[in-house]
Nanobody, 127 residues
Framework: QVQLVESGGGLVQAGGSLRLSCAAS????????MGWFRQAPGKEREFVGG????????YYSESVKGRFTISRDTAKNMVYLQMNSLKPEDTAVYYC????????????????????WGQGTQVTVSS
């Protein structure tokens, strides 16, 4: 079982940038689709973006497309979420997650597909 730990959240002004990191331990992430989700108070968990092994397949929600970028560093067993042009509506707890099936090759937006989750990191964007 892989353990995931997010970091890099914080308070930033609208228009600013943050880079979130997801560190994995226990085993490598190389063969798994990785996703980022977020959850704001009183709202359901929302898909942000995901990437397959080697970033061959990527998908982003329309609300973040063009502003957020997911990347992998296989050597460091890390996944990143670069967030630019942040908006107050981006305020949420952000989670990284690993697909439960190493054979899946397409990014899914369904939270139940992802079997391992980090503890989350808070991102707050002030107006």
């Amino acid at each position: 079982q892989v353990q995931l730990v997010e970091s890099g959240g914080g308070l930033v002004q609208a228009g600013g940038s943050l880079r979130l990191s997801c560190a994995a331990s226990g085993r490598t992430l190389s063969s798994y689709v990785m996703g980022w989700f977020r959850q704001a108070p009183g709202k359901e968990r929302e898909f942000v973006g995901g990437t397959s092994w080697n970033s061959i397949s990527t998908y982003y929600s329309e609300s973040v497309k063009g502003r957020f970028t997911i990347s992998r560093d296989t050597a460091k067993n890390m996944v990143y979420l670069q967030m630019n042009s942040l908006k107050p509506e981006d305020t949420a707890v952000y989670y990284c997650a690993e697909d439960s099936a190493p054979w899946r090759v397409a990014v899914s937006v369904t939270p139940s597909v992802f079997g391992s989750w980090g503890q989350g990191t808070q991102v707050t964007v002030s107006s």
